[in-house]
Antibody, heavy 123, light 112 residues
Framework: EVQLVESGGGLVQPGGSLRLSCAAS????????MSWVRQAPGKGLEWVAN????????YYVDSVKGRFTISRDNAKNSLYLQMNSLRAEDTAVYYC????????????????WGQGTLVTVSS | QSVLTQPPSVSAAPGQKVTISCSGS????????VSWYQQLPGTAPKLLIY???KRPSGIPDRFSGSKSGTSATLGITGLQTGDEADYYC?????????????FGGGTKLTVL
């Protein structure tokens, strides 16, 4: 059974830092692109960042570039998000999600999501 | 403001059919495949439809998807109270300012 379990969320002051983790199990973690997607309270989904299977490619939404860093440790089946210079607008539930490649279409989709971890940025 | 446009809410009676629209542009829906996600209250999103119209195993055929041009549609037939949830469309976007992944703002389905 595929499982994604996030941790590391909490209350942090503006300008502070936090590191999120996502523990993966039930599949070959090193074979998949992985993403972080966030959801502000009462709002919709926003993709944050993703990382290639071997960590050689990383992409970010403009609003977090230069502040957030995505990384992974395939030996530990873990995905990370280092968040620095946090702002109030970063307050959200952060989900880790697996990107599934569809061979029939050559397209990707998010086929499994973790339960999320809440990050609150407030003084 | 989301890149993809969905109606904020839709409603219908149990047993009826409902459709949820998702409008985009040539940089996203027009040239990429669309997925749909269901988010039940207090839970994580769940994949409902991928590749415009394919259902993962375990998703009942009451759920269907289609795409035409720069718009996509999710259809749900035989509505049940358990279908009350927020529904999101998502796809790739080739625009440098948005991508690569974009979502709609979500549609809240109420089963009256």
């Amino acid at each position: 059974e595929v499982q994604l379990v996030e941790s590391g969320g909490g209350l942090v002051q503006p300008g502070g830092s936090l590191r999120l983790s996502c523990a993966a199990s039930g599949f070959t973690f090193s074979s998949y692109w992985m993403s972080w997607v966030r959801q502000a309270p009462g709002k919709g989904l926003e993709w944050v960042a993703n990382i290639k299977q071997d960590g050689s490619e990383k992409y970010y939404v403009d609003s977090v570039k230069g502040r957030f860093t995505i990384s992974r440790d395939n030996a530990k089946n873990s995905l990370y998000l280092q968040m620095n210079s946090l702002r109030a607008e970063d307050t959200a539930v952060y989900y880790c999600a697996r990107e599934h490649y569809s061979r029939s279409s050559g397209s990707y989709t998010f086929d499994y999501w973790g339960q999320g971890t809440l990050v609150t940025v407030s003084s | 403001q989301s890149v993809l446009t969905q109606p904020p809410s839709v409603s219908a009676a149990p047993g009826q059919k409902v459709t949820i629209s998702c409008s985009g542009s040539s940089s996203n829906i027009g040239n990429n495949y669309v997925s749909w996600y269901q988010q039940l209250p207090g839970t994580a999103p769940k994949l409902l439809i991928y590749d415009n119209n394919k259902r993962p195993s375990g998703i009942p055929d009451r759920f269907s998807g289609s795409k035409s041009g720069t718009s996509a549609t999710l259809g749900i037939t035989g509505l049940q109270t358990g279908d009350e949830a927020d529904y999101y469309c998502g796809t790739w976007d080739s625009s440098l300012s948005a991508g690569p992944w974009v979502f709609g703002g979500g549609t809240k389905l109420t089963v009256l």
